[in-house]
């Protein structure tokens, strides 16, 4: 199965992937949401797009791609993981770019939105508390796993990682460095 592809050989499919993803980081980091009125034009202009440049074929590799980049954000938006707008615009990303351009960028722009949670984490730590609770921990753990283990119960916190801008990160990532994107180091 040949995954190879060339974002250079697709220009309008890379520009309407890269405006598509542009604006909606912007919108997504300022506003914390991707609106639809983003999102439903881009997936509408990429099946045109593919149907155009491949005909009926384009628009089976356009659909693939849409199932390929929306299926694991619509168990994630299920699971309360991510917004119904990251799953629009991850779908409307395969709609453009086909089936193995938006599997690469969909690995891509997970890493990506990985490396940002990790991030955003680390600056939200109060350092001092954690400090404190795994000292007590630490103290604790002589009397017993269970007993220790009750100082390190999770404060709830609602964070989410902007997604539109790990998307837009993540597609920059496969046009810039094509030789180093998520399925490259498999091929």
């Known amino acids: 199965m040949d995954t190879t592809y060339d974002l250079t050989l697709m220009p309008a499919a890379a ?4 405006a598509c993803t542009m604006t909606a980081a912007v919108l997504d980091h300022r506003h914390g949401h991707i609106p ?3 999102t439903y034009p881009c997936l509408l202009t990429g099946f045109m797009l593919a149907a155009v440049s491949g005909g009926l074929a384009g628009i089976g590799l356009a659909f693939a791609g849409l199932l390929a980049s929306g299926l694991i954000f619509i168990i994630a938006f299920a699971a309360g993981s991510c917004g119904g707008g990251d799953v629009k615009l991850m ?6 770019l086909g089936l193995w351009p938006a599997i690469d ?3 891509a722009s997970l890493m990506v939105g990985g490396v940002i949670a990790v991030f955003s984490m680390a600056r939200r730590v109060q350092w001092s508390v ?3 609770t ?4 630490a103290l604790l753990l002589p009397a017993g796993f269970r007993d220790a283990a ?3 119960k999770p404060r709830e916190t609602h964070h989410t990682v902007r997604f539109g801008v790990a998307a837009a990160l993540g597609l920059l990532w496969c046009l810039f460095m094509p030789d180093f994107t998520p399925l490259s180091l498999v091929r």
């Not at 779908?91 to 453009?96: D, F, R, Y």
């Not at 795994?134 to 921990?137: P, S």
């Open 15 to 18: 520009a309407l992937a890269v």
């Open 36 to 38: 639809n009125a983003v």
């Open 91 to 96: 779908a409307a990303l395969g709609a453009i």
């Open 105 to 107: 960028v969909t690995l």
């Open 130 to 132: 954690l400090a404190r």
């Open 134 to 137: 795994v000292g007590l921990f």
């Open 150 to 152: 009750s100082v390190l």
